[in-house]
């Protein structure tokens, strides 16, 4: 099982990331998946969800509106579009699936 996160750097307030969560050894689509967050001295944060069953989505409240969480089975990865970025948007950023993470990969919010 893998989890292999690309698709983060630098952009300006009010830019768009999208951030991508290559999955290996398990079918995303038959599991819960989710995105996190962590800057230094804090504790990871839960950002986004989307379940297997019906794909149903759910966010952190200081995402919604601004983030989405998606899937592509044929890929078998997730994605994580953030649009409206925000300096407190800054951080590391993992995918999770079936108790896996990834490596993380950083996004940086600043003009």
């Known amino acids: 099982v893998q989890l292999v996160e690309s698709g983060g750097g630098l952009v300006q307030p009010g830019g768009s990331l999208r951030l991508s969560c290559a999955a290996s050894?398990?079918?995303?689509?038959?599991?819960?998946m989710s995105w996190y967050r962590q800057v230094p001295e804090k504790s990871r944060e839960w950002v986004a969800g989307?379940?297997?069953?019906?794909?149903?989505?759910n966010y952190a409240d200081s995402v919604k509106g601004r983030f989405t969480i998606s899937r592509d089975n044929a890929q078998n990865t997730v994605y994580l579009q953030m649009n409206s970025l925000k300096s407190e948007d800054t951080g590391v950023y993992y995918c999770?699936?079936?108790?896996?993470w990834g490596q993380g990969t950083q996004v940086t919010v600043s003009s």
């Open positions: 999770k699936g079936l108790g896996q």
């Open positions: 050894g398990f079918t995303v689509s038959k599991y819960a």
């Open positions: 989307i379940y297997s069953a019906d794909g149903s989505t």
